[in-house]
């Protein structure tokens, strides 16, 4: 049974294709050194491949590429 939460995760290479096609809002989440996640940024997906998402920032513009092993993202 699915949550709303899950329907929030994008992790299927059409969760991204939908969320930067639609321009969703999404967070990026990364571990932190104590194994928590914590929000690292918020924006939208530029680009994604099989190994990263670029994320560009909804306040600064910047785009930083997150590993989709590592980080987690959810769309807002």
Not at 21 to 43: H, K, N, T
Request: one cysteine or more.
């Amino acid at each position: 049974m699915s949550t709303e939460r899950d329907l929030r995760q994008l992790y299927q290479d059409v969760h991204f294709f939908a969320a930067a096609l639609s321009e969703s809002l999404i967070s990026v989440w990364e571990e932190d050194p104590a194994g928590v996640y914590v929000e690292v940024e918020r924006g939208f997906i530029d680009r994604y491949t099989a190994d990263y998402v670029r994320v560009r920032n909804v306040e600064t513009g910047c785009r930083t590429y997150y590993s989709r092993d590592t980080a987690m993202f959810k769309r807002i």
